[in-house]
């Protein structure tokens, strides 16, 4: 075996030791090959997020009656999780860091119900 072989070889072993692709969930390293999301990827996220704005500003000019507030809650939600999961990178981070930020938007929108309810909005 020449020297440039084992180099190659060791090299090699480094890698594979560095980018375990069969790490257990949660313990990937940090270059994970699936934590990464093309530019284009993020302009169709960028265009969601904008056609999801324009429907909340189109629902605000619109009369919705008792669905408006739920209806702007769901889209709130959807734009919550979508910025949460690929701007915030919580897709590719530990379980309980998701865990934390969708329980946080669980308790927000039971507060802001709560909110609503105690001021009679829903009474009419």
């Known amino acids: 075996m020449t020297d440039i072989d ?4 060791s090299e090699e072993h480094e890698h594979h030791l560095l980018h ?7 313990h990937d390293g940090e270059h994970g090959e699936h934590d990464h999301v093309s530019d284009n ?10 056609v999801i704005t324009g429907a909340e500003v189109a629902a605000s ?7 408006f507030i739920p ?24 379980r309980i860091f998701t865990w ?6 669980a308790l927000a929108v039971a507060v802001y119900v ?6 009679g909005f829903f009474a009419s």
Do not use: Q
């Open 41 to 50: 990827k993020y302009i169709v996220i960028a265009v969601i997020l904008a």
């Open 61 to 67: 000019y619109i009369d919705l009656g008792p669905a």
């Open 6 to 9: 084992s180099t190659t070889a």
């Open 100 to 105: 934390c930020f969708y329980s946080g938007l």
């Open 114 to 119: 709560v909110a609503l309810l105690t001021f």
């Open 20 to 26: 375990d692709h069969h790490a257990a969930p949660g």
């Open 71 to 94: 209806l702007l809650l769901f889209m709130m939600a959807v734009k919550f999780f979508i910025v949460a999961s690929f701007f915030m990178h919580l897709r590719f981070d530990n």
